[in-house]
């Protein structure tokens, strides 16, 4: 086989591959999306630094590239395993840019021609772990004490490494909303959801103290997504603990969601396996009404906790292993889910979340 790659796992499985991006060794921790597209989207997510992704989909590269598909200017998996790696593109939009060229630009190390199916089955029986996407093959004791010194996803920090080095501002200064959004490795979709509803976005770096924030005089906050084990920030945790009680609205998404759960005193844990996809179900408690969701994380909130505190209130359930996929606070404006309601890629079920957003704060300025 030319080009030889090979995956890796933490507890010594070796599956084989063939490599299409560039030469190189990455680790991280090892994780599958069941997204049929939006691979572009999916491999610029911030929510995936530190990650090796396998796309269970057969078929990726097939219809390439366009910049307005990207949600972060730089790809953030570590590496990517495929089935069957198309070195074509068949899209118009794409204008003759394909996947392959775009993580050799970005400096990726991909391969193909690895048994996906059994790779998903193998993480799903034996849980998200550690591992290393290489060319390099002749090495394996090399490679298992590279491994070894690997940290755990679990206590791990990622915020820093995604989030915005210094303020900007997005949307019209003129909006009848002005948005404080503390960025935690936030999406371009997100942004785009917000001042799509008239509103103005200060987007602050992942350490900024809640007297800078509160400063801007905001109308709301926001929370947004991001990487790692969110209870191995807690200086935003603290931040949070100030931003809620301040009355003013507050919309979490994914880590942000579990920042406001641990600001609430509610705990999180890691999952055997996270959620990674573009069709999981969840239903809103309120309307019982299912949606189908993007999700995108390894950790989850307790439920027990959830159920427990009565300044909380369970709104969403996800309907596969019944885990908490979104609350609100009964003592202040607060609210939060453990899915995508941009849904970019994915379905837009969700999406009124950001309408009910506005609705609390015109709620709030009257």
């Given amino acids: 086989m030319k080009n030889k790659a090979l995956v890796l796992l933490n507890d010594g499985i070796i599956f084989h591959g063939r490599s299409i991006g560039i030469e190189g060794t990455v680790t991280g921790e090892i994780c599958f999306n069941t997204g049929m597209s939006g691979y572009q989207e999916i491999f610029t997510d911030p929510s995936y630094k530190g990650q090796i992704m396998v796309t269970a989909n057969v078929h990726i590269g097939n219809y390439g590239i ?21 070195q074509v593109q068949s899209r118009a939009k794409a204008k003759g840019e394909t996947l392959k060229g775009f993580l050799q630009d970005q400096r990726v190390v991909a391969i193909t021609d690895v048994d996906t199916r059994a790779l998903v089955k193998y993480i799903r029986d034996n849980g998200a772990q550690n591992a290393i996407v290489t060319t390099d093959t002749q090495r394996i004791d090399f490679l298992k004490k590279q491994l070894d010194d690997t940290p755990s996803m679990e ?25 404080v959004a503390l960025d935690l490795g936030i999406k371009k979709s997100i942004l785009k959801c917000l001042t799509d509803r008239d509103c103005f976005i200060k987007v602050f770096p992942f350490n900024t103290s809640y007297e800078v924030l509160k400063a801007e005089m905001p109308d709301a906050y926001f929370l947004s997504n991001g990487p790692g084990d969110p209870s191995a920030s807690p200086e935003i945790i603290e931040v949070v603990k100030k931003i809620i009680p301040s009355g003013k609205p507050v919309f979490g998404i994914c880590l942000g969601h579990q920042m406001i759960a641990l600001a609430s005193g509610l705990r999180t844990y890691k999952m055997h396996n996270g959620h990674r996809g573009i069709n999981h179900p969840v239903k809103n408690l309120s309307t019982e009404k299912g949606e189908i969701t993007s999700q995108n994380h390894g950790f989850a909130v307790v439920k027990e906790d959830v159920e427990s505190n009565k300044n909380i209130e369970l709104t969403h359930l996800h309907l596969n292993d019944h885990t908490v996929a979104g609350i609100k606070r009964n003592d202040y404006p607060v609210f939060s889910v453990q899915y995508h309601p941009e849904a970019s890629p994915g379905p837009h079920d969700s999406r009124y979340l950001f309408d009910e957003f506005i609705n609390e704060i015109k709620n709030y300025k009257k």
């Fill in 66 to 86: 366009s910049d307005e598909d990207s949600e972060n200017s730089e790809v953030q998996i570590s590496g990517l395993i495929t089935r069957n790696f198309s």
């Fill in 155 to 179: 206590g791990l920090e990622l915020c820093s490494l995604v989030s915005t080095k210094k303020e900007y501002v997005i949307g019209d200064t003129s909006a009848k909303y002005k948005i």
